[in-house]
Structures are given as structure tokens and as C-alpha cells.
């Protein structure tokens, strides 16, 4: 597989939106789904299993893009390159190890986007208006000298480009300023967040965890099914009908339905969810 095999659908700057719509709508694949892809592309090369493997996780890198939306830089292209990292982990996935793509995945997108942003980084935080970049330019060959300007060379400039001093005294501070380090030095400790790269992704989207999330919420739901069950049919219903179905029944109605109080209604409630906490919890 090509690591810059072109993907569909194709993200346009007008149709961001509706790009990630339609990749929202790629079915996501099981674990054997997975497997069976992964062995297929890794024995028999297949590519529309990669293909497949690929598509299927667009939505993850979207909402690692996401994460890194501060520096200002466009998201067609942070989804654009975590894509690449998308490929690059297809191409190498060994579905023998017994761990989900999307793990595995996570690292090569990463780091497809931080390339990217190193390599974007410093012009961003420099100039990032056009009257900025026309500063930047002009006050780069208008320097006489290396080092900080002196007073009467700060005058010179800004009546030759028609700006305030202060504005050439910003814009020499930024071009003065070293650029931040984006990943860890080799002397920092992990566990010491003084680099972007520690800080800079949100959480929220980190997919993994939505993948696990997801999984824990299929459990709760399948738990809290089988817990239902162990209810008799009155106190099941007044339940359901009470905290579940989209349109909620007071006590009132449930009580004009079983011709009984609704004292008698929240009582048969109170029952129902103790035996399901305690369904649940075994």
C-alpha cells in the first residue's frame, strides 16, 4: 500500500464539515473484522482490506486533529497528515500481537501531525496576519545589524514601513525569540510536562479511550438488559416507562395505568432499583 494512496472522501477547504460527516458514517469494524482485514493485507497484500482498515478509522484521526487546534494551523491539513500516520499504521499493523489498530494507530498519527506543526511552527507564532508577514519580511532586510536595534533604528523603520515603534519592537521580540522545543529534551523527565508535546493534545478525543468507552458502555448497556430481566413484569415496566423511554411517565400516569397509588408506584420503583443495583453489581 502507498503511504500517500488517496483517500475518499476528499477533504476540500469548504467541505471540512461535510467530510467529517461522511466519514462519521464508516461503519466501525469488530475485532474479528479487524483481524481478518489486517491478515488479509498483511499475507495476501489485499489492498481493499487496507483500504477498508483505513476508512474505518478516519473518524479517529479527525478527533486527534482536533487536539492540536491551537497553533493555528488549518485542519484540513492536521487531518491531511495524521492521515498519512493512519496509512503508515495500516502498513505496518501486525494483527498478531492481540492489540485494537486504533492503539497502535494512535502513535503514527501523532506524529505525523507534529511534524507538521514543527515544520509550521515558527512562521505561525512570528507573523500570523498579513500586515505581520509583510512586517516580518520587510524588518528582516531592513536590519542593519545582528542583535537588538537601538532606538533611532527602531524610529527608522517604523516611519519607513509606516507602523508604530511598538509594533517593530514586537515583531523584532518574536524574531529574537528561540523556538520552543516541541518534544521533551533527552534530560527531561516524562512525567515533567515542559514541552508542547506533553500538553498539547485534548484528551477528550483521544481515541483510544473512546474505543473504550464505547466498549464499557456496550457492557453496562448488555449488563443493565440481563438485569432488567430479573424483574417481574409490573415493576420492569415502571422503570422503563419511567427512566429509559424517551418520553418519561410521571407517578401519576403509571398509577392511573395499574389503578393503583402513586405512593404504591414509587414504592414498586424503589424495589426495582435495588434488585437492579444489585443485579449489576454481581
Do not use: C
Not at 17 to 39: F, K, N, W
Not at 221 to 237: F, G, I
Amino acid at each position: 500500500m502507498s503511504e500517500t494512496m488517496t483517500l475518499s472522501p476528499v477533504i476540500s477547504g469548504e467541505s471540512l464539515s461535510g467530510y467529517i460527516q461522511a466519514v462519521g458514517q464508516y461503519p466501525m469494524l469488530t475485532a474479528e473484522e479487524e483481524h481478518d482485514l489486517a491478515e488479509r493485507f498483511q499475507k495476501e497484500h489485499d489492498l481493499e482490506a487496507a483500504r477498508q482498515l483505513v476508512m474505518s478509522h478516519l473518524r479517529f484521526v479527525v478527533r486527534i486533529a482536533r487536539g492540536y487546534s491551537g497553533y493555528g494551523l488549518s485542519q484540513n491539513d492536521l487531518i491531511q497528515e495524521g492521515n498519512i500516520g493512519l496509512m503508515k499504521a495500516v502498513k505496518r499493523f501486525d494483527p498478531s500481537v492481540g492489540v485494537r489498530l486504533v492503539s497502535f494507530a494512535v502513535h503514527w498519527i501523532r506524529a505525523e501531525i507534529h511534524e507538521f506543526i514543527i515544520r509550521n511552527w515558527r512562521i505561525v507564532k512570528v507573523a500570523t496576519t498579513k500586515s505581520q508577514r509583510k512586517l516580518f519580511f520587510n524588518l528582516r532586510s531592513s536590519k542593519k545589524r545582528l542583535g537588538w536595534m537601538n532606538n533611532q533604528e527602531v524610529e527608522d523603520i517604523a516611519r519607513d514601513l509606516g507602523v508604530e515603534t511598538k509594533t517593530v519592537l514586537e515583531m523584532e521580540k518574536r524574531l529574537s525569540a528561540n523556538d520552543a522545543s516541541f518534544d521533551l529534551n533527552a534530560d527531561n523527565d516524562d512525567d515533567n510536562p515542559s514541552a508542547p508535546v506533553q500538553y498539547l493534545q485534548d484528551m477528550r478525543f483521544e481515541p483510544s479511550e473512546a474505543v473504550e468507552n464505547e466498549q464499557f458502555a456496550d457492557h453496562q448497556q448488555e449488563k443493565l438488559k440481563h438485569a432488567l430481566a430479573t424483574l417481574d413484569e409490573r415493576s420492569r415496566d415502571i422503570v422503563v416507562k419511567r427512566w429509559l423511554n424517551d418520553e418519561k411517565m410521571t407517578l401519576t400516569n403509571l398509577a392511573d395505568d395499574y389503578s393503583i397509588s402513586a405512593e404504591r408506584v414509587r414504592q414498586l420503583e424503589k424495589a426495582a432499583f435495588s434488585k437492579l443495583k444489585q443485579a449489576m453489581s454481581d
